[in-house]
Each structure stands twice: as C-alpha cells, then as structure tokens.
C-alpha cells in the first residue's frame, strides 16, 4: 500500500493512549512512530519521528498542547505534521488559542474511534491542499458536503436505534440540537447560552427545561437502550455501563457522525 500514515500519540492518560496506540496499529496503512505522555515527551518524538499527523491532548504536565504546537511551528526546515487535538467541554478558551496556532482539526472527549480514523485519512490524503477546516462557527465543508444525506432522517434513525422514546419532549429537544451544531458547531461552546435558549424559544419554553428534558431523554435511552447499539454508536473511549454521557457530549457525538456521514455521501 506504499508508505504508511506516521502518528504520535500524546495524552497524559496512559489507557487512552494505549488504546488508541491498539486501535491505530491495527489499520495497515497507519503507524504508531511513538507514544508520548507529557508535552516535552511529545516535543521530543515530533523532532526524532518526523510524523505525519500528531493526536495531541490540549492539557497535559509539563508542556501543554498548546506549548507544543508553539514549538512545532517554530520550526523552518521540517515539513508541518498535520494536527488532531483532543479537547474537553470547559477548554473553549485554549480551544481558541490552538486554533490560531493551526490545529487542523478538533476532537471531543469522548469520541468514536471510528469519527478518528475518518478524520485521520481526510487530514492525510495527497491531494491540493486547501486552509484547514477548523473547528470553528465557520463549517460550511463539513455540513455542507453530501447533500444525498438527509440529515433529518438520519438523525431520527440514529435517535430510535439508540432507544429514546418518541414521545417524551426532550426527544424533539435533542433533535433540534443534533441538527442545529451540524450547522453551526460554535454553538457547543456556548450551549447554556445559545442552544438551550435557541431551541426554548422554538417550543415556547425556558432553557433550563429544555437541558432537564434532554437529560431526562438521555437517562431513558441508557436505561432501555441496547447496551450492543450504544457502545456501538459511542465508541470505545466511554465505558456506557458505568458513564452516561452528559448533554453536551451526547449532542457532539451524535452531530459529529453526522457530519462524517454526510462528507462521506
């Protein structure tokens, strides 16, 4: 298959690295070149291994991401690896930060592995290079792409898969807001004060029964639900026996398989 895809791994959570590092050396067009957990460890192995691509956490001992990605674009005489960094609700201003240094793509915790592997190949295909497509309010390419995909329908069918019932409110709620972030993925860092408000005013109620309706949709599905269909939908990096998601990542996930969904149509 030619030259394989070069990847570090760098997070300060051993198990996460270590699945990550099993997933990633069972693709046979991927390489794990090194593993790193801290920001200087993960200096170290981008300037020996010369990756391709860098899965980077934001906050780490040491050197955070965000002093790595300083780093890496202070080098002159290496080719740039492509960057997925890892981030969690709370990072929005970090988030940011990394952003102006030219993260090529976000990822939220938890997340699918299969979304990852996706957003790897996309990141590392020889083709003409456009800016990078950031996480940003600005995604018309992400949820423009595949019109064949209707993306109403889809997201009904991936909500009946996972079990929430049709008829409880936070069902329309979750609904709405799966389909709003496809459109608009700024709004997951400002969900108390734009989604919930957003999606309140179209049923004509308050924000904070349309957070408790959505918690209440969510509690029902991990308690009726298939436990096959959700680690399926939800991937490997949540333990659904022990973890139910909370809103905001519930909301994520699910726009983001969208998104893959529609790029890949």
């Given at each position: 298959?030619?030259?394989?895809?070069?990847?570090?791994?760098?997070?300060?959570?051993?198990?996460?690295?270590?699945?990550?590092?099993?997933?990633?050396?069972?693709?046979?067009?991927?390489?794990?070149?090194?593993?790193?957990?801290?920001?200087?460890?993960?200096?170290?192995?981008?300037?020996?291994?010369?990756?391709?691509?860098?899965?980077?956490?934001?906050?780490?001992?040491?050197?955070?991401?965000?002093?790595?990605?300083?780093?890496?674009?202070?080098?002159?005489?290496?080719?740039?690896?492509?960057?997925?960094?890892?981030?969690?609700?709370?990072?929005?201003?970090?988030?940011?930060?990394?952003?102006?240094?030219?993260?090529?793509?976000?990822?939220?915790?938890?997340?699918?592995?299969?979304?990852?592997?996706?957003?790897?190949?996309?990141?590392?295909?020889?083709?003409?290079?456009?800016?990078?497509?950031?996480?940003?309010?600005?995604?018309?390419?992400?949820?423009?792409?595949?019109?064949?995909?209707?993306?109403?329908?889809?997201?009904?069918?991936?909500?009946?898969?996972?079990?929430?019932?049709?008829?409880?409110?936070?069902?329309?709620?979750?609904?709405?807001?799966?389909?709003?972030?496809?459109?608009?993925?700024?709004?997951?860092?400002?969900?108390?004060?734009?989604?919930?408000?957003?999606?309140?005013?179209?049923?004509?109620?308050?924000?904070?029964?349309?957070?408790?309706?959505?918690?209440?949709?969510?509690?029902?599905?991990?308690?009726?639900?298939?436990?096959?269909?959700?680690k399926r939908i939800f991937g490997y990096s949540m333990n659904i026996e022990r973890q139910k998601p909370t809103n905001s990542e519930f909301i994520a996930l699910l726009a983001d398989k969208l998104r893959v969904m529609s790029k890949v149509s």
């Amino acid at each position: 298959m030619g030259k394989k895809i070069k990847i570090i791994v760098a997070d300060d959570n051993r198990n996460l690295c270590q699945m990550l590092q099993n997933y990633l050396q069972g693709q046979e067009d991927l390489i794990v070149v090194g593993v790193a957990n801290n920001g200087l460890e993960a200096w170290e192995l981008i300037q020996t291994q010369e990756p391709d691509l860098i899965i980077l956490d934001l906050v780490m001992p040491n050197l955070d991401g965000l002093g790595v990605l300083e780093r890496v674009n202070s080098r002159t005489t290496m080719t740039r690896p492509k960057v997925i960094m890892l981030t969690a609700f709370g990072q929005e201003s970090l988030t940011h930060q990394a952003m102006l240094l030219g993260v090529d793509y976000f990822i939220l915790k938890p997340f699918d592995l299969e979304i990852l592997n996706k957003r790897i190949r996309s990141l590392t295909q020889d083709v003409p290079t456009n800016p990078p497509a950031q996480f940003t309010s600005n995604a018309p390419a992400v949820t423009s792409v595949g019109n064949g995909v209707n993306l109403s329908v889809e997201v009904t069918s991936m909500m009946h898969q996972i079990g929430i019932p049709a008829h409880v409110k936070g069902y329309q709620y979750i609904r709405d807001a799966i389909l709003m972030v496809v459109e608009d993925v700024s709004l997951l860092g400002a969900v108390t004060k734009e989604l919930y408000p957003g999606i309140a005013k179209k049923f004509d109620t308050a924000p904070s029964r349309v957070e408790r309706g959505i918690r209440h949709a969510i509690e029902l599905a991990w308690e009726r639900g298939h436990t096959d269909t959700l680690k399926r939908i939800f991937g490997y990096s949540m333990n659904i026996e022990r973890q139910k998601p909370t809103n905001s990542e519930f909301i994520a996930l699910l726009a983001d398989k969208l998104r893959v969904m529609s790029k890949v149509s």
